[in-house]
């Protein structure tokens, strides 16, 4: 698996089993250089409004059904034989991996709110 193919969108998984989402990547001509990752739950809490829950979500806590969007990503990637990177094997790489700030204002805000 080369370290080289990331994508936006792609999944890491650091050593407790959360997962990150590829946000930013940054590159030095072909060379990999910078990820800017962000929490997978936190990404998918921005994809959904309240008028796309089902009759059913709708009883259930939204986490629970944040969870089940979650892992139904993890799922797909996994289909589509998408590599979930690990962080470590990243940074032994020499690519450095960054979180998006979650206190700042999402993107996609303005869209959902």
């Known amino acids: 698996m080369s370290m080289q193919q990331i994508r936006e969108n792609d999944l890491v998984r ?5 997962y990150y989402k590829v946000v930013g990547i940054h590159a030095e001509g072909d060379t990999l250089k910078v990820l800017e990752v962000s929490n997978l739950y936190f990404e ?8 796309s829950l089902d009759q059913d979500s709708k009883t ?9 969007q979650v892992n139904a990503y993890i799922d797909e990637t ?16 020499r690519i450095k991996v960054y979180a998006v700030d979650i206190t700042q204002p999402h993107p996609m805000r303005n869209q959902t709110v």
């Open 44 to 51: 998918t809490s921005f994809q959904y409004s309240a008028e």
């Open 60 to 68: 259930k806590p939204v986490g629970v059904f944040i969870q089940e």
């Open 14 to 18: 650091d050593e407790y089993g959360n």
């Open 78 to 93: 996994q289909q589509n034989e998408r590599p979930i990177y690990g962080i470590r094997d990243l940074m032994v790489n």
